[in-house]
């Protein structure tokens, strides 16, 4: 059904017309959608970027807590001053913090003003640790192998008075079990100067090879406040990423989601555009099936019909119930027309007929008085005594039955408006040689031509009058003398020689005689000058006349 569809669309075509107009109709609707399409998809991918901002910052909830609870117990020991100035008073507290804090391996103190710090474990003599117990801000750090090193500042009475630093392994970070499909590609957490603390993926721990196409260093995304970006990564998939602040200015989580996570569409198909055209393509396939199954289909059955009754004059079926009522009263109304045209074709055929039968019976029957009159003047003839009254009556009955051969051809004829004249010129010139045929030598050399009656009857006459003429003055030496009669067909013109041998014989000269007026008469009739030719051995007739088109010569 698609090929056939498809087989109907042409530039003037109905399909391309209706095609046309109809994409104009849904060109609002389509944008209106595709407006619509687009803010549904920008309030989606906001919903998703502010789920992933939660889910990341849930995700480093493990990290916040321990910062938190790492900058409560630094305040709760600033209010200590004098129990950390003692060493062993100092490493006592330590000792019993660690203990009821298990999240802690190591906590050490270092005094602002010089002096050995002071640590919860022996264990902190072989631990390459440095904390800068001046600084007033806190800070997180890659420690020991597994390990993160955490530094608070500690102050009393508005003077900083050290820092408290703690050792935290990772595994106490984790933060609360995501679902699977919440689990972001990679989860890295970094510190304000880009170092990385902890990278996590969907199967355990990896290692970031680089997290950002441009490389850029983790320091340049510790934005103030939550951020959501896209770019690719060095492999070159397009990847989005969140990052949320988990302490301000102390440390930052990082994660690494596919743009399906983030609502974001991959590829062509989750388009907005995509998807208007494909339903501009739809409407368009159910507007040109409905179009070809109502209508086009109809149509082109309906002209089939019409090409068949043009052929074959095969009446049309009638339309099928199912079809539309205006395409019904249309083939309904062709039925008619066929059915009219069939009984006026049949009129006029039984007209042809009879007209044919009555056409025949006339020319039958002036064929037959014409040789009654041809016998009545061969009863005169024969009761005349004198020579020239005899020549005179019988060159008279040989025009009669010329004009009876013409009209015997008539009525014997298939088509009576188209006449053969080639076998109607070989029985004149039978009839007109026939007295003198012992006396002469005939030579005929006549092409098939169909005329109609009008040139036919005037040709027919010419040629028995210049046969006449020729056979009363052909002479020749010795021998027999020669008559010759030519009908030569062109494409649109056909050329009448008759000629005669004219040796011994002064040159004819043209004279008012009644055989060369009819002639003239004649060959005006047919459309064609005379032209004679004579010399020593031949005088020559020669008439050139066209072919009439449209009528039986053009067959």
């Not at 420690?143 to 009475?157: E, Q, T, Y």
């Not at 199912?322 to 009984?343: C, G, K, V, W, Y």
């Amino acid at each position: 059904m698609a090929g056939r569809i498809l087989g109907r669309l042409h530039r003037d075509g109905l399909a391309v017309r209706v095609t046309a107009l109809l994409s104009l109709a849904l060109l609002p609707l389509g944008l209106l959608a595709l407006g619509q399409a687009r803010s549904f998809q920008q309030e989606s991918e906001q919903r998703a970027r502010l789920s992933l901002l939660a889910v990341t910052a849930q995700a480093a909830s493990g990290l916040e807590r321990e910062i938190v609870r790492a900058q409560g117990a630094a305040g709760a020991l600033a209010a200590l001053p004098s129990v950390l100035a003692d060493p062993v008073s100092c490493e006592g507290t330590l000792r019993s913090f660690v203990e009821a804090w298990s999240s802690y391996s190591l906590a050490v103190f270092y005094p602002a003003v010089g002096g050995r710090p002071c640590a919860s474990g022996p264990e902190f003599d072989s631990l390459p640790l440095s904390v800068d117990a001046a600084s007033d801000r806190t800070e997180i750090r890659g420690g020991l192998p597994g390990s993160l090193l955490m530094a608070v500042p500690l102050a009393a009475g508005g003077r900083s008075i050290g820092s408290l630093a703690l050792l935290l392994p990772i595994e106490a970070l984790a933060g609360p079990a995501l679902p699977s499909e919440n689990q972001p590609l990679q989860l890295v957490t970094f510190n304000a100067s880009g170092e990385v603390l902890t990278s996590t993926g969907p199967d355990g721990p990896v290692v970031p090879p680089g997290l950002l196409a441009p490389r850029r260093p983790l320091s340049a995304e510790t934005p103030s406040g939550p951020r959501v970006f896209a770019a690719r990564d060095p492999d070159g998939a397009e990847r989005v990423y969140t990052v949320v602040p988990v302490v301000p200015e102390v440390a930052y989580a990082l994660a690494v989601w596919s743009p399906e996570q983030a609502g974001r569409p991959s590829g062509l198909w989750g388009r907005p555009l995509t998807l208007a055209v494909l339903m501009w393509l739809a409407s368009l396939g159910v507007a040109l099936w409905t179009l070809d199954r109502l209508v086009l289909s109809r149509v082109a059955a309906l002209g089939a019909m019409m090409r068949r009754f043009g052929h074959d004059r095969t009446l049309p079926d009638a339309p099928p119930p199912d079809a539309a009522r205006e395409l019904r009263e249309i083939e309904l109304a062709f039925r008619e027309m066929a059915r009219s045209i069939l009984e006026d074709e049949a009129r006029m055929a039984r007209a042809y007929r009879e007209r044919g039968v009555l056409l025949r019976e006339i020319h039958h029957r002036v064929k037959n008085n014409l040789q009654l009159i041809s016998s009545i003047i061969s009863m005169q003839i024969r009761r005349l005594s004198g020579a020239e009254p005899r020549a005179a009556l019988r060159r008279l009955q040989d025009r009669v039955l010329t004009l009876a051969a013409i009209y015997r051809t008539l009525y014997t004829s298939a088509d009576m408006a188209a006449i053969d004249v080639a076998p109607l010129i070989r029985a004149i010139a039978e009839q007109e040689l026939a007295v003198r045929a012992a006396l002469l030598r005939t030579e005929m050399s006549i092409d098939s031509l169909v005329l109609d009656p009008d040139q036919a009857v005037p040709l027919a006459f010419l040629v028995a009058e210049a046969l006449s003429n020729a056979a009363l003055h052909a002479r020749a030496r010795s021998g027999l003398p020669t008559v010759s009669v030519r009908l030569e067909r062109g494409e649109d013109h056909a050329r009448l020689t008759i000629a005669n041998s004219a040796e011994g014989r002064p040159k004819r000269q043209p004279g008012p005689g009644l055989g060369r007026q009819l002639i003239q008469a004649f060959a005006a009739q047919i459309g064609g000058p005379i032209e004679t030719a004579e010399d020593d051995e031949m005088h020559r007739l020669t008439v050139v006349f066209p072919i009439r088109p449209g009528e039986g010569g053009a067959r």
